[in-house]
T-cell receptor, first 114, second 115 residues
């Protein structure tokens, strides 16, 4: 299957700082990339959907000014958690897909805000 | 898809026993379906998919699933599980014609294989 690379896999940051997470589709061009947040023992919560060259579509309840998404090309999307707080600590997963085909997932990023 | 239901949050099973993880969905349009597996602190890996055609699909690691349109189900099965199958399994559904192409995920089923 196609490969989606997500970086970093783990990050610890201080409260109030910003963290950027990258998601790259290595061997295909993704029409759409998705960002999910996964809470312990719970399913994936879709945060936002991004299409290359356009603004991301955020799900209800997700602060777009806090979770900045940039989809600069068909192979790269970034999620920046701004002014991070301990409650932002979570597992963040990106996925990339070509329309109406399977989604391929990154390996996830464990964010810990201290 | 309006919703995806994975009926069992946890399924304990002994090694070499058969297992079935259940998934039901609700949708008013044609759907395509996936099963993903997640190992601790990792992303999701595709196990198998149904897009169209034969309703019985085979995936990696000996898993298979059958799409049943009348029962709106897509249950995952394996005839003989291994310790290494211990993981979280997610069923996901997409709708043909959906504007964004997002997948709706079930809440997951934690499969625990015991020796």
């Amino acid at each position: 299957g196609a490969v989606v690379s997500q970086h970093p896999s783990r990050v610890i940051c201080k409260s109030g700082t910003s963290v950027k997470i990258e998601c790259r589709s290595l061997d295909f061009q993704a029409t759409t990339m998705f960002w999910y947040r996964q809470f312990p023992k719970k399913s994936l919560m879709l945060m936002a959907t991004s299409n290359e060259g356009s603004k991301a579509t955020y799900e209800q309840g997700v602060e777009k000014d806090k979770f900045l998404i940039n989809h600069a090309s068909l192979t790269l999307s970034t999620l920046t958690v701004t002014s991070a707080h301990p409650e932002d600590s979570s597992f963040y997963i990106c996925s990339a897909r070509v329309f109406q085909a399977e989604a391929f997932f990154g390996q996830g990023t464990r964010l810990t805000v201290v | 898809a309006q919703s995806v239901t994975q009926l069992d949050s946890q399924v304990p099973v002994f090694e070499e026993a058969p297992v079935e993880l259940r998934c039901n969905y609700s949708s008013s349009v044609s759907v395509y379906l996936f099963w993903y597996v997640q190992y601790p602190n990792q992303g999701l890996q595709l196990l198998l998919k149904y897009l169209s055609g034969s309703t019985l699909v085979k995936g990696i690691n000996g898993f298979e699933a059958e799409f049943n349109k009348s029962q709106t189900s897509f249950h995952l099965r394996k005839p003989s599980v291994h310790i290494s199958d211990t993981a979280e399994y997610f069923c996901a559904v997409g709708e043909y014609g959906g504007s964004q192409g997002n997948l709706i995920f079930g809440k997951g089923t934690k499969l625990s294989v015991k020796p």
